[in-house]
């Protein structure tokens, strides 16, 4: 499943790939989403918005979908661990969220075994859920 607010650019096309279109915090996207999830196996890709707030709000409302032993991904933590470019202005993102989330929710881990190459986009954003 895809949640956007606009698939215009989604390229992507598979039988098992079903698109949702809707502000990914609107109370009737989130609905629908977790009713088509439901008793479904199912994990979690999250690469939209890199405000922290939005990125907690999502795992917070999307998280459910999230079966035991599978993950919930957080795409571009780095951001947060990067320099922020010359004249550039830092607003906490993803990984901030993530941890944020990772101390919150007790019903996920971080998987750091998951980083196994050491350089990744998604510092300690492989959520498993127990």
Same mark, same amino acid.
């Given at each position: 499943?895809? !949640?956007?607010? @606009?698939?215009?650019?989604?390229?992507?096309?598979?039988?098992?790939?079903?698109?949702?279109?809707?502000?990914?915090? *609107?109370?009737?996207?989130?609905?629908?989403?977790? +009713?088509?999830?439901?008793? +479904?196996?199912?994990?979690?890709?999250? @690469?939209?918005?890199?405000?922290?707030?939005? !990125?907690?709000?999502?795992?917070?409302?999307?998280?459910?979908?999230?079966?035991?032993?599978?993950?919930?991904?957080?795409? @571009?933590?780095?951001?947060?661990?990067?320099?922020?470019? +010359?004249?550039?202005?830092?607003?906490?993102?993803?990984?901030?969220?993530?941890?944020?989330?990772?101390?919150?929710?007790? *019903?996920?881990?971080? *998987?750091?075994?998951?980083?196994?190459?050491?350089?990744?986009?998604?510092?300690?954003?492989?959520?498993?859920?127990?």
């Amino acid at each position: 499943m895809s !949640v956007d607010h @606009d698939h215009g650019a989604f390229q992507a096309q598979h039988p098992r790939i079903v698109l949702v279109t809707g502000d990914s915090r *609107d109370d009737a996207t989130i609905s629908h989403a977790l +009713k088509l999830c439901d008793r +479904k196996r199912a994990m979690m890709i999250h @690469d939209a918005s890199h405000d922290a707030e939005v !990125v907690l709000a999502d795992l917070h409302a999307y998280s459910p979908v999230v079966a035991s032993g599978c993950y919930l991904v957080v795409e @571009d933590g780095i951001g947060d661990v990067l320099p922020a470019r +010359k004249g550039g202005r830092r607003t906490p993102g993803p990984l901030n969220a993530t941890e944020r989330f990772a101390s919150e929710s007790p *019903d996920f881990e971080v *998987d750091e075994s998951r980083e196994r190459f050491v350089a990744t986009y998604n510092p300690r954003g492989f959520l498993r859920r127990r």
